[in-house]
């Protein structure tokens, strides 16, 4: 699929590796990882490069969401603007499993009217009978 290889700044970078179990913010080095996107309206896409996903119950489900604030922790005001469901293809509605391999989710930081927020992270919510978990990296490519 052409546009799917993009560059990006390190500062950029939402999600290091590392197994993803229960629900979560992304972490880089362990740290919940937030970015600041500035005053103005911010667009991109967020690359997730999936290396494992487990699906063996058959009823995983791993939403991963691009999520805005005014609160430079997340503490309050959260908007959910764009997500993607990953895992067995049951719960996600379809007749494919979604799992391992890159996925672009185009994002902005931008809820309503023109007001935009101006922090951005990653959040994953699992649900399922998950024994390992989903595996992967994510970073935001600006646009």
Request: charged share 15%; net charge negative; hydrophobic share 45%.
């Amino acid at each position: 699929m052409a546009g799917k290889n993009k560059t990006f700044d390190i500062n950029l970078l939402v999600k290091d590796t590392g197994l993803v179990a229960t629900s979560a913010a992304g972490t880089v080095s362990a740290v919940a990882k937030i970015i600041d996107m500035g005053l103005g309206e911010f667009n991109g896409d967020l690359i997730i490069d999936v290396s494992a996903c487990e699906v063996a119950s058959g009823d995983e489900i791993y939403t991963v969401a691009f999520q805005v604030s005014s609160s430079s922790s997340f503490a309050s005001d959260i908007f959910q603007l764009a997500s993607l469901p990953l895992g067995d293809a049951v719960p996600i509605m379809g007749d494919v499993d979604m799992a391992v391999g890159r996925w672009v989710l185009p994002i902005n930081n931008m809820i309503q009217d023109g007001v935009t927020k101006r922090y951005g992270r990653v959040y994953t919510t699992v649900a399922g009978t998950v024994a390992t978990g989903i595996n992967f990296t994510a970073y935001i490519a600006k646009r």
